[in-house]
C-alpha cells in the first residue's frame, strides 16, 4: 500500500465523520467533542481556503508520514472534496490568530 491511501486511509478513520456547524459567517467541521478541526469563511471572495488545526493534522501530516507542505495541501484538497464535497476551497493552516479557538468546543 503506498503512503497516499495509508494517509487516506487514516484520515478517513479518524476524521471521516466530522459534523459540520454554522456559527455566524464560518462553518467549522468538528470532532465527537465539538472541538473544531477545520473551518471556512463562507465569503469565499474573501477567502478561499479552508483552514484545518495544525497540531492535530498538519503537524501530524509534517512529522509521522514526512510530508512537505504543498504535498499536505495536495492530499487534504483531494480528501476534503471526497469526503466533505468541499471543491472549491484550497486547504491550509493558520499563521495569526483567528476569532476562535482549537481548543474549545464548538457545541
Request: proline share 4%; glycine share 2%.
Amino acid at each position: 500500500m503506498n503512503k497516499q491511501k495509508i494517509i487516506l486511509k487514516w484520515l478517513n478513520k479518524e476524521y471521516g465523520n466530522l459534523t459540520p456547524v454554522v456559527n455566524d459567517d464560518k462553518t467549522f467541521y468538528v470532532d465527537k467533542d465539538g472541538l473544531p478541526l477545520f473551518v471556512y469563511y463562507h465569503n469565499i471572495q474573501k477567502s478561499k481556503h479552508i483552514y484545518s488545526n495544525y497540531d492535530r493534522i498538519w503537524l501530524f501530516l509534517e512529522s509521522v508520514f514526512i510530508m512537505k507542505n504543498s504535498e499536505i495541501r495536495e492530499l487534504l484538497k483531494m480528501w476534503l472534496e471526497d469526503t466533505y464535497n468541499l471543491r472549491e476551497y484550497i486547504p491550509g493552516i493558520v499563521i495569526s490568530p483567528i476569532s476562535f479557538s482549537w481548543r474549545i468546543s464548538i457545541i
